[in-house]
């Protein structure tokens, strides 16, 4: 039902009788009909933002009825002159009425040439939380939770989800997650507990990054005016993305998959992706389980590999390098990286975190006879 829109531009959009109608008195079926649009495309979503901006405008300066057709030439002469002369496709001036006019500003939004809009070109390109809702709202309406409060405050979505929102921060959402996706909007600094369902993927729209998951509990700092953006995740599994890249046929793949203790740091001004563990890993086990990491004179590998268990992170070593170092210790006091610390200098080793990964680096140990 959607193939019809599938390579519509901004011009068509604007010139098609039942997107004008979307646009004049929208519904909650016409609403949902282009939600679910945009998560079919969601390459459309400039072109679809462009056109109802032109049909508002339309609709505010009252073009119901066209001024003469000799008027309607010279706007489109204007155009082409701004253009240096490189040909648009007329569309419709043998037409009478709406279309015609809704046609040309169409083409002036989609060109930039600015009669209307001096930076139409940025509403393509959203950086900003109050752009993410204002154009989420063109589907439907939002509901908005802010706090500047001292202490967090809980957020509870329709579908069971919890939000911490800290202090200075905002989000919005949806009243009821009509579409194929739970998609939430926030600025500043907050904690979600998502609820499982992978057949309805859940979205967290922050400037220009987009978190991705199915259920899962997780960190975002996203505050307008940082330099980073930052997504650490304490349980379960989030894939982040630029906003941008939702053009892309795949935007997961641009992007970086994230695991328990591990965080990405998100430079805004490059858009370049660097991943690290927590500064505070948790443990991921449970008591009874962490009863069994208790070792006496045992490989440092085994430890290690331990290590890997408990925290669920990656420690890369060479097996061959330290198979002689042997040590007698517990899993049960100290940080992740105070462990590995204590183990390092047992062994006269270092280690290093590169890319949410533990290396180790040792000289080995001598063997004992």
């Known amino acids: 039902m959607f193939q019809k829109y599938a390579s519509f531009q901004t011009a068509d959009f604007v010139a098609d ?15 949902q009909f282009w939600q679910e649009y945009l998560e079919v495309f969601p390459h459309q ?50 037409a009478q009425g709406w279309q015609r006019w809704a046609a040309a500003a169409a ?17 393509s390109m959203p950086e900003s939380y109050q752009t993410l809702v204002e154009e989420a709202e063109t589907i439907q309406p939002l509901v908005e939770v802010v706090n500047k409060s001292e202490k967090p405050r809980v957020v509870n979505l329709p579908d069971g989800s919890v939000i911490t929102l800290e202090k200075d921060s905002r989000v919005s959402y949806a009243k009821v997650f009509a579409g194929k996706n739970r998609e939430v909007y926030l600025t500043g600094a907050a904690f979600f507990d ?15 990054l987009v978190t991705k998951v199915l259920g899962t509990s997780f960190r975002i700092q996203a505050f ?44 805004r001004s490059d858009e370049r992706f660097n991943r690290t ?9 449970s008591k009874e389980e962490m009863q069994q990491f208790s070792f006496e004179d045992a490989p440092v590998s085994q ?30 006091a100290e940080t ?34």
């Open 17 to 31: 009788t039942d997107f004008i109608e979307w646009v004049r008195r929208p519904t909650a079926a016409s609403n």
């Open 45 to 94: 979503h400039p072109a679809l933002q462009q056109a109802r901006q032109a049909v508002q405008l339309l609709i505010q300066e009252g073009r119901a009825i066209p001024p003469a057709s000799k008027e309607a030439e010279q706007i489109w002469d204007s155009i082409e002159e701004s253009l240096n002369f490189i040909p648009i496709r007329r569309i419709g001036f043998l």
């Open 107 to 123: 083409v002036v939004l989609t060109l930039g040439v600015g009669w209307y809009f001096a930076s139409s070109s940025k509403s």
């Open 194 to 208: 998502v609820t499982k369902n992978p057949e309805k993927p859940f979205l967290v729209y922050s400037n220009e």
């Open 224 to 267: 307008e005016q940082d330099k980073n953006i930052v997504v650490s995740v304490k349980t379960g599994r989030v894939s982040v993305y630029a906003h941008k890249s939702s053009q892309h046929p795949d935007p997961e793949t641009t992007g970086m998959l994230l695991t328990p203790n591990q965080e990405v740091r998100f430079t």
């Open 277 to 285: 563990l927590v500064k505070k890993p948790v443990i991921l086990l």
């Open 303 to 332: 430890i290690f590999e331990a290590l890997e268990k408990v925290y669920g992170v990656d420690i890369v070593f060479d097996e061959e390098v330290i198979s002689n170092c042997r040590l007698t210790t517990s899993l049960s």
């Open 336 to 369: 992740l990286f105070e462990k590995l610390e204590v183990i390092c200098e047992g062994i006269g080793a270092t280690f290093k975190v590169m890319d949410a990964q533990v290396v180790i680096t040792s000289r080995g140990c001598e063997k004992i006879d």
